[in-house]
């Protein structure tokens, strides 16, 4: 296996720190325990700084290299948990009902700590690596947080890389591409109100139900008739509520709840402006108002081409399965905030044939610990050298 002998010794090791934090997961800015044993270990390994309560419940470490360089990249992972009831059966099953990290967040947290562990041994780098554990990925804005912290400035970060598994991908291989990666995650409201009433005489009222459902039609041709076919978009309704839970009450109001997901500025405004027109003229064709709550506050991860060179080059020299051209994923990934302040590059790696993520039997393949700690590893190496 072409990755560095010193990680592959410690991956048990590194595994059984996972499991340590697969079996006690916690919630996005709740990570007290997860961000004491980072901190913890962090601190046994020698490392020159190790500063807590960042960003909230954020950790950064800081390594100095043998040629002391003022030059600093940062390696980000991630460590909070989802709420989910785990079904795996795992000996290191979550003991948290309600909490699983079904997500490898516990694996990035763990190969980042190995990657810590070597590079506070050996040191064979000129500058520093700044090691950013960070909290709430999952919906919370722990990237935001961190940046808005300083933490790019404080230690003179120049260039900013993480990675995250990729289940159906197999373990060793590595994918990345130039440019926008992953989509930006906007979120959506839809009220629309109406004139409730009795389910036998609808025509007495405005039937805020038959008006919802036509504009969760109408939004689905955003995506078929507004936008370039070559473009990527997705607009999902994922939520349809109404105040109404009986079998004959025609409701006043129904919320509708969901997610618009796209790779360019300029689509992401054309969405949302046809959001609003379809919305409100087809309520009102129905006799109903609608009114659009519009939030977005994540932007498209966009990787610097020079950062995937850096990324690629490293990967290529723990394996030959190194992808630089992968297709774009229209799921979000708040990481994309920290390479809006510095350029990097943000990858995947392999996880063989697991669940997907998010689902309660996934879980983090030990197998790829040596790959993604040797990738870390190697990047402050051949980013940072000496001599």
């Not at 520093?128 to 808005?148: C, H, I, Y």
């Not at 291989?173 to 609808?202: N, S, T, Y």
């Not at 993604?372 to 940072?384: K, N």
Request: aromatic fraction near 6%; proline fraction near 5%; charged fraction near 20%.
């Amino acid at each position: 296996m072409p990755v560095k002998n010193r990680l592959a010794e410690m991956q048990q090791d590194i595994a059984g720190w996972r499991h340590h934090l697969h079996a006690n997961p916690e919630l996005r800015f709740e990570e007290y325990e997860t961000a004491g044993f980072v901190a913890g270990k962090l601190r046994d390994f020698g490392c020159d700084e190790v500063v807590e309560g960042v960003g909230g419940t954020g950790v950064v470490g800081v390594i100095r290299g043998q040629g002391g360089g003022d030059r600093a990249i940062g390696f980000r992972a991630d460590m909070d948990a989802l709420p989910i009831n785990e079904a795996t059966g795992s000996a290191h099953a979550s003991t948290r009902p309600g909490k699983m990290h079904a997500c490898g967040h516990d694996g990035h947290t763990a190969m980042l700590l190995g990657a810590a562990k070597y590079l506070s041994e050996t040191r064979n780098f000129d500058g520093s690596v700044v090691l950013l554990f960070q909290p709430a990925e999952e919906g919370g804005g722990g990237a935001r947080a961190m940046v808005d912290a300083g933490v790019m400035e404080r230690w003179n970060v120049a260039e900013v890389y993480g990675l995250h598994n990729w289940p159906g991908m197999p373990v060793g291989h590595f994918a990345m591409r130039p440019g926008p990666q992953m989509a930006a995650p906007d979120k959506f409201e839809i009220l629309v109100r109406g004139k409730g009433g009795h389910g036998a005489m609808p025509h007495l009222g405005v039937d805020t139900v038959l008006a919802a459902s036509q504009i969760v039609q109408a939004l689905q041709s955003i995506a078929s008739r507004n936008v370039d076919p070559l473009e990527n978009v997705v607009v999902s309704v994922c939520g349809f509520r109404s105040e109404s839970d009986t079998y004959n009450v025609l409701p006043d109001s129904v919320t509708l709840k969901g997610t618009v997901r796209t790779l360019k500025p300029e689509v992401q405004t054309l969405v949302r402006e046809r959001m609003e027109v379809l919305a409100r003229l087809t309520a009102q064709a129905h006799g109903a108002e609608a009114e659009l709550t519009y939030i977005a506050d994540r932007v498209v991860l966009v990787n610097d081409p020079q950062g995937v060179e850096n990324a690629a080059h490293a990967a290529r020299r723990i394996s030959d399965a190194v992808e630089t051209e992968m297709t774009p994923v229209m799921g979000g990934e708040d990481f994309a905030d920290m390479l809006d302040a510095r350029p990097g590059a943000y990858i995947f790696i392999g996880n063989g044939a697991s669940a997907d993520l998010h689902n309660p039997k996934y879980e983090f393949n030990d197998e790829a610990i040596p790959f993604g700690t040797s990738w870390f590893a190697e990047l402050a190496e051949t980013r940072m050298p000496l001599g």
